[in-house]
């Protein structure tokens, strides 16, 4: 395994600018999930993929997120007008289908909006 | 609603000294999966441990253990022996409808400083 891995690690962007973060996941793994993490907070669910269906989104992710997993391989998640309040670690999380439920997490994208 | 809590904000121990973290869980479903991760300042959530909630045995691994009460809603993780490199921030997780999408609910996490 190569490991869950995340593009770009840090990103500072102004307000009002669209981003776009990539992962790429664990090559065998169905299952793709996207958590912000605050600073002193744990991850926070945005959405998550079963091959290239979005199953399920949160209620934080806003209109102004979109997340996509064409080919059931990488995703990307774009904030479009970006917010100061959009500062945050993106993490993505890869998974199978079956088994222990382990979630293989990439190192995130560290996103910070002036 | 389901909710993990981790009441420690951060604990500091010396070196070689055991530490306990604690992580209480609220939730309805009768089929659960508990975990705990390991964030290292890298950033990269590690995974140490998964129970489910029919199987209540203490498990041990090296100097890691955890103790799981039901009772309690509990799933408290100890280090015996800690060392400089278990400095980091750990956390707690709650599956959700019986681990059926993987999709885990967080606490807000311990951050251990363990000081040489």
């Known amino acids: 395994d190569t490991g869950v891995s995340q593009d770009p690690r840090h990103k500072i962007t102004k307000r009002g600018q669209n981003v776009t973060f990539r992962c790429d996941p664990i090559?065998?793994?169905?299952?793709l999930y996207w958590y912000r993490q605050t600073l002193g907070q744990g991850p926070e669910f945005l959405t998550y993929f079963q091959n290239e269906a979005q199953l399920e989104k949160s209620r934080l992710l806003s209109d102004r997120f979109s997340a996509e997993r064409p080919k059931g391989s990488f995703s990307t998640l774009e904030i479009q007008r970006t917010e100061q309040g959009d500062s945050a670690m993106y993490l993505c999380a890869s998974s199978r289908l079956t088994g222990t439920g382990e979630l293989f997490f990439g190192e995130g994208s560290r996103l910070t909006v002036l | 609603a389901q909710k993990v809590t981790q009441a420690q904000t951060e604990i500091s121990v010396v070196e070689k000294e055991d530490v306990t973290l604690d992580c209480v869980y609220e939730t309805r479903d009768t089929t659960y999966y508990l975990f705990w991760y390991k964030q290292p300042p890298s950033g990269e959530l590690v995974f140490l441990i998964r129970r489910n909630s029919f199987d209540e045995q203490n498990e041990i691994s090296g100097r890691y253990s955890w103790n799981f009460q039901k009772s309690t809603s509990s799933f408290n993780f100890t280090i015996t022996a800690s060392q400089v490199v278990d400095s980091a921030v750990y956390f707690c997780a709650l599956s959700e409808r019986g681990g059926a999408t993987n999709k885990l609910i967080f606490g807000t996490g311990t951050l251990l400083a363990v000081q040489p």
């Open positions: 090559s065998e793994h169905n299952r």
